[in-house]
Structures are given as C-alpha cells and as structure tokens.
C-alpha cells in the first residue's frame, strides 16, 4: 500500500493548523451520536498532504475500526475512471466524441425517445440525431436510471430489472442491449439527466480496446499508477478490510447495517459497469486525484494530455447553462445551481450561486454511499472524503466538508 504522510508544517502549505482540527470536531460528532459509522477524510495541497484524519468503525457490530488500509465501495466514483479510461482511447484515436454510440453498440441506432403517456402505454418517437459519445460523457444521451421515481422510462427500466443494478445473468454487452431497447427521456443533448450513460460508455471501452472493462482498469490504470488496492470485487483475504455498509434508521436516524447491499463486491461480479462497482482505498484514489491534479500525470506516467484534462474539466452543457437550468430535478450526486457538468465530472461555475465556498472551476464527483472528492485547480487542493453510509443525501456531508477545508486555508 501508498504509504500516506501527512506534511510536517501544514501552515506551510497555507492551512491553519488550530482551523484544519475543526474537521475532526465536526465530523466526530457523526460518529458520536450514532448517525455515521466512521469516516476518513484527506486534504492536500500541491500534492502534499496538509490533513488526514480517521475516527469511527468499518464494522460497528464487530468494533473493527476505520484504518488507512480500509477498503470503501466507492460507487459513482467509478464514473470520472470510466471517463478518464474513454479520453485515454480518444487520444489514441479510437474515436471521436462526435461518433454515434451505434458505431460500438450497433442497438442504438434504432432506440426511440418518449413523447408521452404512461409506462405501460408510452408513446414515442424517432431519434432526430444519433446518440453520441459526447452524450454519454456528459449524462446528456437521454438514457435513466431504475431508482429514479420522477418519470414513465424510470418505471420501465425497473420492469426491465434494473434499479439498483443489471438483473442476475445480464453481462454489460447484454445490458445495453437491454437499454437500447428502451425509450429515451429526451432527444440526445437537450438535456442533463443522470444516467446508465457511463455504464454503457463502459461498454465503448470494450469494443474500442478490445479489453474487458476490468482489464483495462487494471492493466491501463490501476496498474501503471500503483492503485494496488482498487478493482471491482474483494476477495477473502482481503475482506476484513472492507468497510460494511449502512444506510439510516427511518426514525432515529442512526446508522445501522444494510446487510442486503453489504454482499456487494464479496465475490467476482458478472458485469463490471463503467458507473459504479469498484472499491478502493484513501491511498488509491489520492493517487487517482494526483494524477488528475497534475493535469493526466503522476510520478513520471502519463494517461492524458493537460489539454485534454482541461478540456474535460469544462462546462459541456448545451449552451454553457448550468444544471439547474437543464437538469432534471432528481437525485444526483452533487447540487445542481452555479454547478455545470464536463467529460465526467461536476464543475463549479459559480460559488456565490451555489452557495457554498469553493473556486471557479473545481471538478467532482461523489459515490452513492456518501462518498466524495474534488480537485480546486485555482488553490490547488485535492479533497477526499470516505464512508460507507447509503444513500449519499442523509447528510450533508460534501457541502459541510467544502466549509470546514476553505475556512482552513489562510494563505
């Protein structure tokens, strides 16, 4: 394991040292009066650690504490590897982000778009352009997701047995042959609607490089940037490691186990997805954020272009709007006023319309099970935050923590 090291004079990197001790009081209190299990939380500056604190369980029923080796499911923060994975083949020209899905899945070329009625009557039209690559990317394809409740195709998709994950059996190539089948909420790129999207960019992967998903993780990024620890399922000597995973009491609040969702990633999966699925550690995503920090660098391995890196950190919304404007109004995995949204992440446009301290230009993403990170190119800043606590909007905890770190940074 990436030995972690925090900086011997944190003041040195611009941080007061008495503020940074707020995160540990705060977010202490969660695990205190029940409502978190445990948390690790990492800051760093100019790639050297200014902050890294741990408090609480991986296991409350088996008093394991949180450790810096403490695996996490990380969920949607698969997604910006997924994205990064895709931009890797787009620079050796696999592709161009203007290409139809269609070209890689061929059942896209016929998918329809709802116009109205029910879930079990839709009625629906034909595409007025292709799905393209750049859709997927940037959750504007059309495409939903099970656990949504807000429209007929969301119902559809449930019918079709995907709501918190593919049906058993269904591998990803049969997967988006599923979604392919199904209506689209909208036309492609009219609008932003969080979605299997980096799913099926999962499958491109595939096709374009020839390689499993998996494979590709591994041998293309996980490997070359030592992510040692960061793959799709656990085995069992490593599975004391992993943290178990909790979700609050409907009427307490307080944490208690999810038992149905903590067999996830304890044996070999048959679908690996490009949108959720993979575990990893404090140690292995820092890296992965170092690299994105250093604009597709670390430690003299290059995945991207800086140019590409920049040109995926910017706002791809249809007319440079923010999600507020063109989103759908539904659960995500980051807010949605003075918020745009790049090749994979969340992007900050506007602080002051967001209401919370952060910079122009900061990318994110978090995972279902209230995980979190971003990268402030302005102030140079990485920030990650790991727990196991499903569903992410329980608490705020992303919006409390961007306080805690900025309130903390003096310079």
Request: contains cysteine; aromatic residues 10%.
């Amino acid at each position: 394991m990436t030995e972690l090291k925090v900086a011997a004079d944190p003041a040195g990197l611009g941080f007061d040292p008495t503020r940074l001790a707020r995160i540990d009081a705060h977010f202490a209190r969660y695990v205190d009066d029940g409502r978190l299990p445990g948390w690790l939380i990492l800051v760093s500056r100019a790639g050297h650690i200014a902050y890294l604190g741990c408090y609480g369980d991986r296991d409350m029923e088996a008093r394991r504490p949180i450790e810096w080796d403490t695996l996490f499911r990380i969920y949607s923060m698969t997604k910006p590897v997924t994205a990064v994975a895709a931009m890797m083949l787009y620079e050796e020209g696999a592709f161009e982000l203007k290409d139809p899905v269609s070209r890689f899945i061929p059942a896209f070329a016929e998918t329809r778009v709802y116009r109205s009625g029910s879930a079990l009557k839709p009625v629906t039209e034909a595409l007025r352009e292709p799905i393209r690559i750049w859709h997927l990317l940037t959750h504007t394809a059309g495409l939903s997701y099970g656990f949504h409740h807000a429209h007929p195709v969301d119902a559809l998709y449930r019918a079709a047995g995907f709501e918190w994950g593919p049906p058993d059996g269904l591998d990803l190539a049969a997967c988006c042959e599923a979604w392919a089948g199904l209506p689209l909420m909208f036309q492609p790129g009219t609008e932003w609607n969080y979605s299997v999207a980096s799913d099926v960019l999962g499958r491109v992967i595939e096709v374009a490089s020839g390689l499993s998903l998996e494979r590709f993780f591994a041998e293309r990024i996980f490997q070359p940037l030592g992510m040692a620890d960061t793959r799709f399922w656990v085995d069992a000597t490593d599975r004391d490691r992993l943290a178990a995973f909790y979700s609050p009491h409907p009427e307490t609040r307080r944490a208690v186990r999810n038992d149905a969702m903590d067999r996830i990633n304890r044996q070999p999966p048959r679908c690996c997805l490009g949108g959720d699925g993979l575990v990893s550690t404090a140690a292995d995503y820092h890296r992965f954020t170092q690299m994105l920090r250093r604009g597709g660098e670390l430690d003299g391995i290059r995945l991207l272009s800086n140019r590409t890196l920049r040109y995926m950190t910017r706002n791809h919304l249809p007319g440079g709007v923010d999600l507020e404007t063109c989103g759908r109004p539904l659960f995500s995995e980051t807010t949605f006023t003075g918020i745009g949204f790049g090749l994979g992440f969340s992007v900050v446009l506007d602080p002051v319309a967001n209401k919370v301290l952060a910079s122009p230009g900061e990318f994110a993403w978090g995972g279902a099970a209230s995980t979190a990170f971003w990268v402030d190119p302005v102030e140079d800043i990485t920030v990650l935050l790991l727990t196991q606590l499903f569903p992410s909007t329980t608490h705020p905890l992303r919006s409390q923590l961007r306080q805690l770190v900025y309130q903390a940074l003096v310079d």
